[in-house]
């Protein structure tokens, strides 16, 4: 046995080499981190998991701040056997309660600033709680996972792995308001980053800004383990902050992002060809990329952005030619490894030009979702397809068309929003009857979150009783009433309806 992932990642790399900038912010300095550092601080990482009784196959889940020692922590959790379990930032305790109580981690470690909040979860589940902060120098702590974590040496011997055991669980909303835990294996991850390395023409001398989030997949395992693999660089931001990236894009050869990221910057006064100047590839994912800012971002920058399809489950299946057009509206061709078909309701393909379901099958596809056997049986075919639940096409140029998304799966921000979940919440408010989610074009989100509710009350009611209830970016942004939702002659709601009463709602 190896460990494919964290041994997969390094293999090739100089120790030596600058891994990170990390630009300063107010009166903190910068710092840089090399890839020797990687070695040592996974290891002292690695060693206290041990010593905090993580063993291998036990998960480790963590809800903290953005910073490069929380990257450390993944690949620490990796090296110790165990499988890292990232938390949106935005969660709730209620949300948390769920995940813990579901993943049953041996460790849940947290921001300094909650953790009193969270005592009685972890009490609750029997689960060891650590405070996992921003590291800013040696004589401030950050937390007590770090101050066990200096006493530890700076070398462990990595646990081995088979490279169908697990690196990572991943949780995805589900449709029936139960979130589900996608898992994703050692071979998953390695083999998506050996993949997009080579499709995406990464070498040691990239230089990638980092400015997404590091508790899902686009920026913890597409952007992070893609860059490692090839021994390359990152500016490594908190956040996507317009200011700070119009600041460091000059220093950078490559950006990763989502739709907001590129809207946002068309905006900034000082987003400039001349900025741009050293880009060689820029990718947009997690959410549809207007066609419209794909054009007017190519008139102003010269760079005509690489758009792609990926899941939660799947990490990426498709992207647009790194050479040759990238097509505007669709998300390019199935990357070496991953079969994509497109197929009708009885599961049968369907002719180029039509629509239907995309189905997937590679090394990519992850191993089925946490505890959830029926599930995983049901989006899992037996001949090793997963049923993304996208609806899409094949152009005449085989490009591929994302058209639509089954279960009503609503993209903000570059995050995955599953009404059923929202619309549980609301129908629990005193008052309400019933209620209906949708997703309505925004021009900086891509999609904004509408409720339409039937009962008792009034907008800012609503809004104010969700706001301890759901993270942020699961809320809406707007709430309207009406007497009666529409419905077929089965009974069902028509959130088509519902979708194009409001599809200028936002724009």
Same mark, same amino acid.
Request: hydrophobic content about 40%.
């Given at each position: 046995?190896?460990?494919?992932?964290?041994?997969?990642?390094?293999?090739?790399?100089?120790?030596?080499?600058?891994?990170?900038?990390?630009?300063?912010?107010?009166?903190?300095?910068?710092?840089?981190? $090399?890839? @020797?550092?990687?070695?040592?601080?996974?290891? %002292?990482?690695?060693?206290? /998991? *041990? =010593?905090?009784?993580?063993?291998? !196959?036990?998960?480790?889940?963590?809800?903290?701040?953005?910073?490069?020692?929380?990257?450390?922590?993944?690949?620490?959790?990796?090296?110790?056997?165990?499988?890292?379990?990232?938390?949106?930032?935005?969660?709730?305790?209620?949300?948390?309660?769920?995940?813990?109580?579901?993943?049953?981690?041996?460790?849940?470690?947290?921001?300094?600033?909650?953790?009193?909040?969270?005592?009685?979860?972890?009490?609750?589940?029997?689960?060891?709680?650590?405070?996992?902060?921003?590291?800013?120098?040696?004589?401030?702590?950050?937390?007590?996972?770090?101050?066990?974590?200096? $006493?530890? @040496?700076?070398?462990?011997?990595?646990?081995? %792995?088979?490279?169908?055991? /697990? *690196? =990572?669980?991943?949780?995805?909303? !589900?449709?029936?308001?139960?979130?589900?835990?996608?898992?994703?294996?050692?071979?998953?991850?390695?083999?998506?980053?050996?993949?997009?390395?080579?499709?995406?023409?990464?070498?040691?001398?990239?230089?990638?800004?980092?400015?997404?989030?590091?508790?899902?997949?686009?920026?913890?395992?597409?952007?992070?383990?893609?860059?490692?693999?090839?021994?390359?660089?990152?500016?490594?931001?908190?956040?996507?902050?317009?200011?700070?990236?119009?600041?460091?894009?000059?220093?950078?050869?490559?950006?990763?992002?989502?739709?907001?990221?590129?809207?946002?910057?068309?905006?900034?006064?000082?987003?400039?060809?001349?900025?741009?100047?050293?880009?060689?590839?820029?990718?947009?994912?997690?959410?549809?990329?207007?066609?419209?800012?794909?054009?007017?971002?190519?008139?102003?920058?010269?760079?005509?952005?690489?758009?792609?399809?990926?899941?939660?489950?799947?990490?990426?299946?498709?992207?647009?030619?790194?050479?040759?057009?990238?097509?505007?509206?669709?998300?390019?061709?199935?990357?070496?490894?991953?079969?994509?078909?497109?197929?009708?309701?009885?599961?049968?393909?369907?002719?180029?030009?039509?629509?239907?379901?995309?189905?997937?099958?590679?090394?990519?596809?992850?191993?089925?979702?946490?505890?959830?056997?029926?599930?995983?049986?049901?989006?899992?075919?037996?001949?090793?397809?997963?049923?993304?639940?996208?609806?899409?096409?094949?152009?005449?140029?085989?490009?591929?068309?994302?058209?639509?998304?089954?279960?009503?799966?609503?993209?903000?921000?570059?995050?995955?929003?599953?009404?059923?979940?929202?619309?549980?919440?609301?129908?629990?408010?005193?008052?309400?009857?019933?209620?209906?989610?949708?997703?309505?074009?925004?021009?900086?989100?891509?999609?904004?979150?509408?409720?339409?509710?039937?009962?008792?009350?009034?907008?800012?009611?609503?809004?104010?009783?969700?706001?301890?209830?759901?993270?942020?970016?699961?809320?809406?942004?707007?709430?309207?009433?009406?007497?009666?939702?529409?419905?077929?002659?089965?009974?069902?709601?028509?959130?088509?309806?519902?979708?194009?009463?409001?599809?200028?709602?936002?724009?």
């Amino acid at each position: 046995m190896t460990n494919t992932l964290f041994d997969g990642l390094f293999a090739d790399v100089k120790p030596e080499r600058a891994f990170a900038e990390i630009p300063g912010e107010g009166d903190v300095p910068s710092r840089w981190y $090399t890839y @020797a550092h990687i070695e040592q601080v996974t290891a %002292r990482f690695a060693a206290t /998991l *041990a =010593a905090r009784g993580v063993k291998p !196959g036990d998960r480790v889940a963590a809800q903290i701040p953005k910073s490069i020692e929380a990257l450390m922590l993944y690949l620490a959790t990796v090296r110790a056997g165990a499988i890292f379990l990232p938390l949106n930032t935005a969660y709730t305790a209620a949300e948390v309660d769920y995940f813990i109580g579901d993943a049953e981690p041996k460790l849940f470690l947290c921001d300094p600033k909650s953790l009193d909040g969270y005592i009685g979860i972890a009490e609750k589940y029997r689960v060891h709680l650590d405070s996992f902060g921003v590291w800013r120098s040696p004589e401030v702590s950050a937390g007590t996972f770090f101050d066990f974590a200096e $006493t530890q @040496a700076g070398t462990f011997d990595t646990v081995p %792995r088979d490279p169908e055991d /697990l *690196a =990572a669980i991943l949780y995805t909303s !589900g449709t029936t308001g139960r979130s589900k835990g996608a898992m994703l294996s050692h071979k998953n991850l390695l083999s998506n980053a050996e993949t997009l390395a080579r499709e995406w023409r990464f070498t040691e001398d990239d230089v990638l800004l980092h400015a997404l989030p590091i508790y899902h997949t686009h920026g913890l395992f597409v952007a992070s383990n893609t860059l490692m693999k090839t021994g390359g660089q990152m500016i490594f931001m908190s956040k996507f902050d317009a200011d700070a990236v119009v600041k460091n894009l000059p220093n950078a050869t490559s950006m990763m992002g989502v739709p907001t990221f590129y809207t946002r910057l068309l905006a900034h006064y000082g987003f400039t060809k001349q900025v741009t100047e050293h880009m060689r590839l820029f990718t947009s994912g997690s959410a549809p990329l207007l066609a419209e800012t794909h054009r007017e971002f190519e008139a102003r920058t010269g760079h005509r952005i690489l758009e792609r399809y990926g899941m939660t489950e799947t990490n990426m299946n498709t992207s647009n030619p790194y050479d040759g057009e990238r097509r505007a509206g669709t998300v390019g061709f199935p990357l070496p490894g991953v079969a994509l078909r497109i197929v009708d309701e009885n599961a049968q393909p369907v002719t180029q030009g039509e629509i239907g379901t995309i189905e997937v099958r590679g090394d990519n596809v992850c191993q089925g979702y946490w505890q959830m056997p029926e599930k995983t049986k049901e989006e899992m075919r037996e001949d090793g397809f997963f049923i993304t639940g996208d609806l899409g096409m094949e152009d005449e140029d085989g490009y591929v068309v994302i058209v639509g998304r089954g279960k009503d799966l609503i993209i903000t921000g570059g995050f995955n929003v599953y009404p059923k979940e929202i619309e549980g919440v609301i129908d629990d408010l005193p008052g309400v009857t019933e209620s209906a989610v949708i997703g309505a074009p925004h021009p900086d989100f891509g999609e904004g979150v509408v409720a339409v509710v039937v009962g008792e009350g009034d907008e800012d009611a609503i809004l104010s009783a969700l706001a301890d209830k759901l993270a942020k970016f699961k809320q809406p942004k707007r709430v309207f009433f009406i007497d009666a939702l529409p419905r077929n002659t089965m009974g069902k709601v028509q959130k088509n309806v519902l979708r194009d009463e409001h599809k200028d709602l936002f724009v």
